[in-house]
Protein backbone atom coordinates (compact mmCIF):
# COMPACT_ATOMS: atom_id res chain seq x y z
CA UNK A 1 0.00 0.00 0.00
CA UNK A 2 1.34 3.63 -1.03
CA UNK A 3 1.97 6.06 1.90
CA UNK A 4 0.07 9.14 1.53
CA UNK A 5 2.88 11.16 2.00
CA UNK A 6 5.09 9.69 -0.88
CA UNK A 7 4.04 8.91 -3.86
CA UNK A 8 7.14 7.75 -6.32
CA UNK A 9 6.91 7.98 -10.27
CA UNK A 10 9.16 7.33 -12.83
CA UNK A 11 10.23 10.07 -15.57
CA UNK A 12 12.61 10.07 -18.47
CA UNK A 13 15.71 10.30 -16.58
CA UNK A 14 14.78 9.16 -13.15
CA UNK A 15 12.54 9.11 -9.99
CA UNK A 16 9.88 11.84 -9.52
CA UNK A 17 9.32 11.87 -5.61
CA UNK A 18 5.92 13.63 -4.27
CA UNK A 19 6.19 14.42 -0.45
CA UNK A 20 3.13 15.87 1.79
CA UNK A 21 3.53 19.47 2.42
CA UNK A 22 0.98 19.01 5.29
CA UNK A 23 2.95 16.45 7.18
CA UNK A 24 6.22 16.34 9.65
CA UNK A 25 9.37 16.38 8.05
CA UNK A 26 9.89 13.11 9.66
CA UNK A 27 7.11 10.88 8.84
CA UNK A 28 7.63 12.03 5.23
CA UNK A 29 11.70 10.83 5.93
CA UNK A 30 10.33 7.68 7.72
CA UNK A 31 7.44 6.73 5.17
CA UNK A 32 10.57 7.59 2.46
CA UNK A 33 12.83 4.63 3.97
CA UNK A 34 9.91 2.59 4.04
CA UNK A 35 8.83 2.60 0.44
CA UNK A 36 12.20 2.34 -0.63
CA UNK A 37 13.14 -0.41 1.71
CA UNK A 38 9.90 -2.75 0.31
CA UNK A 39 10.68 -1.55 -3.32
CA UNK A 40 14.37 -1.75 -3.27
CA UNK A 41 14.56 -5.61 -5.55
CA UNK A 42 13.38 -3.18 -8.18
CA UNK A 43 16.01 -0.79 -8.75
CA UNK A 44 18.90 -3.42 -8.82
CA UNK A 45 21.90 -0.76 -8.18
CA UNK A 46 20.53 1.89 -10.25
CA UNK A 47 21.78 5.20 -11.23
CA UNK A 48 19.26 7.94 -11.17
CA UNK A 49 18.49 11.58 -11.50
CA UNK A 50 15.84 12.69 -8.58
CA UNK A 51 12.96 15.48 -8.26
CA UNK A 52 11.38 16.20 -4.97
CA UNK A 53 7.94 17.65 -5.69
CA UNK A 54 4.90 19.42 -3.48
CA UNK A 55 6.95 20.77 -0.52
CA UNK A 56 10.39 23.04 -0.21
CA UNK A 57 13.20 21.42 1.17
CA UNK A 58 16.15 22.94 3.31
CA UNK A 59 19.60 21.82 2.56
CA UNK A 60 19.92 19.35 5.11
CA UNK A 61 16.44 17.74 4.32
CA UNK A 62 17.49 16.53 1.05
CA UNK A 63 20.29 15.39 1.80
CA UNK A 64 18.00 13.20 4.18
CA UNK A 65 16.32 12.00 2.08
CA UNK A 66 18.62 10.71 -0.77
CA UNK A 67 20.48 9.66 2.08
CA UNK A 68 17.57 7.24 2.92
CA UNK A 69 16.68 6.53 -1.19
CA UNK A 70 20.53 5.49 -1.45
CA UNK A 71 20.85 3.30 1.57
CA UNK A 72 17.72 1.49 1.62
CA UNK A 73 17.46 0.66 -2.22
CA UNK A 74 20.56 0.95 -3.42
CA UNK A 75 20.07 3.23 -5.39
CA UNK A 76 23.00 5.76 -6.58
CA UNK A 77 21.36 9.59 -6.96
CA UNK A 78 23.90 10.66 -9.53
CA UNK A 79 22.20 14.13 -9.44
CA UNK A 80 19.32 15.83 -7.24
CA UNK A 81 17.15 18.33 -9.93
CA UNK A 82 15.91 21.60 -8.59
CA UNK A 83 12.84 22.16 -10.30
CA UNK A 84 13.15 25.83 -9.53
CA UNK A 85 16.24 26.86 -11.49
CA UNK A 86 15.71 27.79 -15.40
CA UNK A 87 18.56 25.85 -16.33
CA UNK A 88 17.39 22.50 -14.68
CA UNK A 89 14.24 22.62 -16.38
CA UNK A 90 16.08 22.76 -19.87
CA UNK A 91 18.32 20.45 -19.42
CA UNK A 92 15.12 18.39 -18.90
CA UNK A 93 13.49 19.52 -22.17
CA UNK A 94 16.99 18.37 -23.61
CA UNK A 95 16.28 15.13 -22.57
CA UNK A 96 12.89 15.52 -24.10
CA UNK A 97 14.24 16.76 -27.44
CA UNK A 98 16.35 14.56 -27.59
CA UNK A 99 13.55 11.59 -27.13
CA UNK A 100 11.47 13.07 -29.83
CA UNK A 101 14.30 13.17 -32.12
CA UNK A 102 15.31 10.02 -32.15
CA UNK A 103 18.23 10.86 -30.98
CA UNK A 104 18.16 7.84 -28.21
CA UNK A 105 15.88 5.74 -29.59
CA UNK A 106 18.31 3.77 -31.76
CA UNK A 107 21.24 4.21 -28.71
CA UNK A 108 23.24 1.24 -27.59
CA UNK A 109 22.86 1.68 -23.97
CA UNK A 110 25.09 0.88 -21.07
CA UNK A 111 23.46 1.38 -17.25
CA UNK A 112 25.79 1.43 -14.61
CA UNK A 113 29.80 2.96 -14.01
CA UNK A 114 31.73 2.78 -16.89
CA UNK A 115 35.16 2.54 -14.51
CA UNK A 116 38.90 2.78 -15.37
CA UNK A 117 40.34 0.76 -17.88
CA UNK A 118 36.60 -0.28 -19.17
CA UNK A 119 35.61 0.11 -23.06
CA UNK A 120 32.09 1.00 -24.66
CA UNK A 121 31.92 1.26 -28.30
CA UNK A 122 28.98 1.45 -30.80
CA UNK A 123 28.21 1.93 -34.25
CA UNK A 124 25.25 4.02 -32.63
CA UNK A 125 24.54 6.95 -30.01
CA UNK A 126 25.93 5.93 -27.15
CA UNK A 127 23.64 6.21 -23.99
CA UNK A 128 25.34 6.29 -20.66
CA UNK A 129 23.05 5.80 -17.54
CA UNK A 130 25.82 6.48 -15.17
CA UNK A 131 29.39 7.73 -14.72
CA UNK A 132 32.07 7.59 -17.12
CA UNK A 133 35.43 7.48 -14.34
CA UNK A 134 38.91 9.00 -15.74
CA UNK A 135 40.09 6.10 -17.78
CA UNK A 136 37.14 4.69 -18.82
CA UNK A 137 36.87 4.91 -22.91
CA UNK A 138 33.24 5.69 -24.70
CA UNK A 139 33.65 6.04 -28.54
CA UNK A 140 30.57 5.93 -30.97
CA UNK A 141 29.97 6.80 -34.18
CA UNK A 142 27.04 9.02 -32.97
CA UNK A 143 26.49 11.38 -30.28
CA UNK A 144 27.55 10.19 -26.87
CA UNK A 145 24.85 11.42 -23.95
CA UNK A 146 26.23 10.60 -19.97
CA UNK A 147 23.43 10.84 -17.53
CA UNK A 148 25.91 11.13 -14.98
CA UNK A 149 29.39 12.94 -14.40
CA UNK A 150 31.95 12.24 -16.90
CA UNK A 151 35.95 12.66 -16.50
CA UNK A 152 37.19 9.80 -19.12
CA UNK A 153 37.66 9.52 -22.61
CA UNK A 154 34.97 10.11 -25.01
CA UNK A 155 34.55 10.16 -28.82
CA UNK A 156 31.05 11.18 -30.81
CA UNK A 157 31.07 11.12 -34.54
CA UNK A 158 34.06 8.28 -34.44
CA UNK A 159 33.33 8.27 -38.45
CA UNK A 160 34.03 11.40 -39.10
CA UNK A 161 30.64 12.79 -38.71
CA UNK A 162 30.60 16.37 -37.30
CA UNK A 163 26.96 16.40 -36.78
CA UNK A 164 27.49 14.74 -33.53
CA UNK A 165 27.70 16.29 -30.20
CA UNK A 166 28.73 14.86 -26.47
CA UNK A 167 26.61 16.18 -23.53
CA UNK A 168 26.47 15.13 -19.70
CA UNK A 169 24.80 16.06 -16.59
CA UNK A 170 29.15 16.99 -15.27
CA UNK A 171 31.11 17.03 -18.58
CA UNK A 172 34.49 17.49 -17.42
CA UNK A 173 36.37 14.51 -20.06
CA UNK A 174 39.82 13.77 -19.92
CA UNK A 175 40.05 13.44 -23.48
CA UNK A 176 37.00 14.76 -26.02
CA UNK A 177 37.08 14.25 -29.86
CA UNK A 178 34.27 14.98 -31.81
CA UNK A 179 35.24 13.89 -35.87
CA UNK A 180 38.41 14.75 -36.36
CA UNK A 181 38.92 17.56 -33.42
CA UNK A 182 40.05 17.73 -29.99
CA UNK A 183 39.63 19.14 -27.05
CA UNK A 184 41.71 18.14 -23.67
CA UNK A 185 41.14 19.04 -19.87
CA UNK A 186 43.22 18.60 -16.99
CA UNK A 187 40.97 16.00 -15.18
CA UNK A 188 43.45 13.08 -14.07
CA UNK A 189 41.99 11.61 -11.27
CA UNK A 190 41.23 7.80 -11.71
CA UNK A 191 37.75 7.83 -9.43
CA UNK A 192 34.76 9.83 -9.35
CA UNK A 193 34.76 11.50 -5.61
CA UNK A 194 31.57 13.59 -6.33
CA UNK A 195 33.31 16.57 -5.24
CA UNK A 196 32.04 18.24 -9.13
CA UNK A 197 29.10 19.99 -9.19
CA UNK A 198 25.99 19.00 -11.87
CA UNK A 199 26.56 21.66 -14.67
CA UNK A 200 24.79 19.76 -17.61
CA UNK A 201 26.61 20.92 -20.92
CA UNK A 202 27.26 19.42 -24.31
CA UNK A 203 29.91 19.80 -26.85
CA UNK A 204 29.53 20.35 -30.58
CA UNK A 205 31.70 21.63 -33.92
CA UNK A 206 30.88 24.82 -34.44
CA UNK A 207 33.20 26.85 -37.20
CA UNK A 208 36.07 24.20 -37.69
CA UNK A 209 36.40 23.90 -33.91
CA UNK A 210 34.84 22.73 -30.55
CA UNK A 211 31.84 24.70 -28.87
CA UNK A 212 30.60 24.09 -25.53
CA UNK A 213 27.30 25.22 -24.11
CA UNK A 214 24.52 24.60 -21.28
CA UNK A 215 22.83 21.95 -21.59
CA UNK A 216 19.69 23.38 -22.72
CA UNK A 217 16.83 23.90 -25.08
CA UNK A 218 18.58 26.71 -26.55
CA UNK A 219 22.09 24.24 -27.72
CA UNK A 220 19.16 21.87 -29.08
CA UNK A 221 18.17 24.39 -31.09
CA UNK A 222 21.41 25.80 -32.28
CA UNK A 223 22.47 22.18 -33.18
CA UNK A 224 18.73 21.65 -35.04
CA UNK A 225 18.88 24.95 -36.89
CA UNK A 226 16.27 26.12 -34.79
CA UNK A 227 18.00 29.21 -33.41
CA UNK A 228 20.95 31.60 -33.74
CA UNK A 229 24.39 30.07 -32.11
CA UNK A 230 26.05 31.76 -28.91
CA UNK A 231 29.63 32.15 -28.41
CA UNK A 232 31.86 29.49 -27.78
CA UNK A 233 34.12 29.52 -24.19
Given at each position: ?Q?SS ?5 N??G ?22 RR?A???K ?8 R ?12 V???TE???I??I???D??E ?12 A??R ?7 V????L ?9 R?A ?7 P?A ?5 G???V ?5 GS ?6 G?R ?10 P ?10 V?AI ?18 R??H???L???A???GM ?9 S?
Amino acid sequence: MQHSSVLVKSNPYGLTIYLDAGLPFEQILADTRDHFRRTARFFKNARIALVFRGRTLTPEEEHDLVDAVTEEAGIRVICVIDESEDHAKESREVIEQAMSRDIVHNAKVYMGTLSHGMRFETDRTALILGDVDPGAVVVAAGNVLVMGCCMGSITAGANGNRECFAAALTLLPSHLRIADRTAVTAITKRTNTGEYPVNPRIAYFREDHLAFLPLGAAAFGMLYGEGDREDSE
